[in-house]
């Protein structure tokens, strides 16, 4: 099987150019076949607020009226994912922004309301791999954002984690699929005061002591979460790191193991 990489960057990485621009040099470095996602919260959250729309989340996800779906599109399908696919193309990797619509890559359900009504807020039911894998053996890099739809012609929001790990498991059928979530920190840390206290390995056992003795908090449980998933659903290899973690040299990162 030939080897994919997809590799998923956060909003502080987005946030700060210099850290995108280094970045997007170590992707457009990286062998082989690759799949770019990217998040964007916090640029739609000052977005929107620009625009007199509060942003509500709840435990990481974001509440998505209406209003707040405009905000969304503009932002992560527009400047966002154009941006990164304008700075790609200058790197000379053929880069092809989509949103889960392009090529009905991603066909997700509006999250059906139970305690919480999450709004425009898609859960993918199916990615379209053979499609997907059309685009990487023509040579253009896909990079997709974090916006998904049903196949009724309504656009949903999707988080940028979830979208990395259920591409990666559709598309580890056809290739040997690892996962990069490059995040600002090295890793998951032992201590959140001391930086470079990286845990580099985690499995479902130490995952739960981690859990119980509250070392993972916020945006981390759903991400260790979807890393699990996608274990379970096929990837092969899953890392958590900054972006150096894209170099051959550098090995402080985290590895999640089943
Ligand atoms: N033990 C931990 N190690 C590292 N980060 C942690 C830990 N526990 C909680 N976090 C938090 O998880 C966040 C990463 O999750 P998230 O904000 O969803 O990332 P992203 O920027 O990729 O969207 C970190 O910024 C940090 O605040
Ligand atoms: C449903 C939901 O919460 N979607 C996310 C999608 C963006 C995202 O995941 O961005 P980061 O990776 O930068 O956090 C949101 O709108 O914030």
């Keep these: 099987m030939e080897k994919l990489s997809i590799i998923k960057i956060g909003g ?4 700060d150019e210099a850290s995108l621009n280094t970045f997007l040099q170590l992707f457009a ?12 919260g916090k640029r739609a959250t000052l977005i929107a607020s620009k625009l007199g729309i509060n942003s509500k989340l709840i435990d990481g996800r974001r509440i ?4 707040t779906l405009e905000v969304i599109t503009m932002v992560y399908g527009g400047l966002v994912n154009k941006n990164i696919v ?5 790197l000379n990797i053929d880069a092809l922004g989509l949103t889960g619509a392009d090529i009905n890559s991603i066909q997700s359900v509006k999250r059906p309301i139970q305690k919480i009504d999450y709004g425009f807020v898609g859960d993918v039911k199916q990615i379209a791999s053979s499609s997907i894998d059309k685009l990487i053996q023509a040579n253009f890099t896909p990079v997709f954002c974090a916006i998904t739809h049903d196949k009724k012609g309504q656009l949903l929001n999707t988080n940028a984690d979830t979208i990395a790990n259920t591409i990666a498991a559709g598309m580890s059928r056809i290739y040997d699929t690892s996962i990069y979530y490059c995040f600002e920190l090295n890793g998951v840390l ?10 580099k390995h985690i499995n479902a056992e130490s995952y739960k002591e981690l859990l119980e ?3 993972i908090s916020d945006g981390m449980i759903p991400k260790i979460d979807n890393c699990f998933d996608a274990l379970q659903n096929g990837v092969q290899k899953v890392y958590i790191g900054n972006t150096a973690m894209l170099t051959k040299e550098n090995n402080n990162f985290t590895t999640i193991t089943l």
């Design 190 to 199: 032992q201590d959140f005061n001391d930086k470079e206290s990286v845990i």
């Design 29 to 40: 470095n990286l062998e082989g076949h690759k799949i770019l996602v990217h998040g964007g």
């Design 86 to 90: 304008a700075k790609l193309q200058a």
């Design 213 to 215: 003795k509250g070392i």
């Design 12 to 15: 502080n990485i987005i946030e």
């Design 64 to 67: 998505t009226d209406a209003e």
